[in-house]
């Protein structure tokens, strides 16, 4: 079982379960993304301090039984054109380059509230043109 390649639902029993860790997850993810994306650039920026954090909290919440749903522990990547609070928003333009979101997106505050966690975001083409 490679974690990374795996779907939602089955992280998400086996984050229940106890068989696999959100931080595992998210380590692989990251992984994937430093070995991979040198040649397809998908990701404009990752945030890996920030996702460990927040596996780690969801490790936690987890193993106690504090379950938030079904995207508890799930890492996810946002297009960047979605504000996140304290991260450059570029849609992708150098224009933008010193755009830093002040408050999250909508998008961003319900997946935050439901335990999702963002490992960064990703290129699309110049203001989603």
Known sequence: MEPAWLGIAEAGRLFRSGELSPVEVVRALLERID????????????TPEAALDQARRAEADLASG????????????????????????TCNSKILAD????????VVRRMRDAGAILVGKTAMHEFAT
């Open 99 to 106: 755009n830093i979101a002040k408050a999250d997106a909508a």
């Open 66 to 89: 504090r379950i938030r749903g079904p995207l508890h522990g799930i890492a996810y990547a946002l297009k960047d054109n979605i504000d996140v609070a304290g991260l450059p928003t």
């Open 35 to 46: 070995d991979v994306d040198c040649r397809v650039h998908a990701f404009i920026r990752t």
